[in-house]
């Protein structure tokens, strides 16, 4: 057992949130969907949003809890719902919480194996929001796994 007092760990930059933000927000005018998008650091805190024009409302605190499920999981978004179809008890307990949101189109962002922070983005079909957040991820030279 060790006596350490503290941890060194890698921090999401708010310049690479924001360009991260731009590359999805890019993806989704190409796909000529109106979303919200959301980066957040590693403990769900918000680094960068926006709504594009005429996303709806809602799709801000969306993009924001898929985020953060998937920063808090280190996982996309929708791995529980996809991974745990028959555990109906595990998807009620997960749904009750607040914050979570199992839905595509959040993913972690991570750095040699860490992850950092993550991206969600609500608005469209699932399919679509998972793709603007690969975009972002692609811009920023790193993948979700």
Known sequence: MTDTLAVT??????????KAVTAASEQAETLD?????????RAGQPLA??????????TALLALRKARTSAGFKVASNFFRDN?????????????????????????????????????VSGASQAEDIACAEAALAALGVTAD
């Open 84 to 120: 745990n179809a028959e555990d109906v008890h595990l998807l009620a307990a997960l749904d009750t919480h607040p914050d979570l949101l199992m839905l595509g189109g959040g993913l972690p962002i991570k750095l040699a194996g860490e992850c950092i922070g993550a991206i969600g």
């Open 33 to 41: 969907v109106k979303v919200s998008i959301a980066v957040v650091g």
């Open 9 to 18: 760990q890698q921090t999401l930059d708010y310049r690479a949130a924001m």
């Open 49 to 58: 949003q926006l709504s594009l024009n005429d996303a709806p409302p809602q």
